[in-house]
Nanobody
Framework: QDHLVESGGDSVQTGGSLTLTCEGV?????MGWFRQSPGKEREGVAA????????FYADSVKGRFTISRDLAKNKVVLQMNSLQPEDTATYYC???????????????????WGRGTQVTVSS
């Protein structure tokens, strides 16, 4: 059974950095990072095309977040810099078939989800 585990969430101050890791990613999967804060819908943050070559980012995180994949270790990393209070959320990793990367930031394409890791950014 597929199993994803996120780690790296923490509390930081504005302008700080965090590195989130998702383990259990298979090579052929489209892989995405999503986030959800109370009262809001889950939104796509970053996604990585199968093979790790193409990457997608939400406009709100472009230039601050970087997704990378370590194929040998079946993990995907989300490096988050210049964090802002509006980045506060539970962050989830998810995988789906390659077709999920047609709409890579859309939750609908993903069928395996981790349990999430909390990121809190204080001003």
């Amino acid at each position: 059974q597929d199993h994803l585990v996120e780690s790296g969430g923490d509390s930081v101050q504005t302008g700080g950095s965090l590195t989130l890791t998702c383990e259990g990613v298979k090579y052929i999967d489209c892989m995405g990072w999503f986030r959800q804060s109370p009262g809001k819908e889950r939104e796509g943050v970053a996604a990585n095309y199968p093979g790790g070559t193409e990457k997608f980012y939400a406009d709100s995180v472009k230039g601050r977040f970087t997704i990378s994949r370590d194929l040998a270790k079946n993990k995907v990393v989300l490096q988050m810099n210049s964090l802002q209070p509006e980045d506060t959320a539970t962050y989830y990793c998810a995988t789906g078939p390659g077709s999920a990367c047609v709409q890579p930031l859309d939750v609908a394409g993903y069928n395996v989800w981790g349990r999430g890791t909390q990121v809190t950014v204080s001003s």
